[in-house]
């Protein structure tokens, strides 16, 4: 899984689909883990689902391996980041 922000190693489309999020949640079965990526637009009213990504319950440890590399990495070089329960 890379971690920077070069695509070495991996087979991207010319132009890949790119959506802002700012929810998650993720949803496992026994033998499937799903993430589901969408946007809150108010604060009444549930989060647009607009990505799904299914994958398997060990493929989510690499994930969050790489996600936590990637927020160690970010406040090296930037400074902490709040702890996201604003």
């Known amino acids: 899984m890379d971690q920077g922000d070069e695509t070495t190693d991996q087979t991207v489309p010319a132009e890949p689909t790119r959506q802002y999020a700012n929810h998650l949640s993720v949803h496992v079965s026994l033998s499937e883990v799903e993430l589901r990526f969408g946007n809150h637009v ?3 009213e549930p989060p647009r689902i607009h990505s799904l990504v299914v994958s398997t ?3 989510l440890v ?3 391996r790489a996600i936590q590399a990637s927020i160690d990495g970010y406040e090296t070089r930037y400074g902490p ?3 996201g329960t604003e």
Do not use: E, M, N
């Open 62 to 64: 690499t994930f969050g």
């Open 42 to 44: 108010g604060k009444d």
């Open 81 to 83: 980041l709040p702890d």
């Open 57 to 59: 319950p060990t493929q």
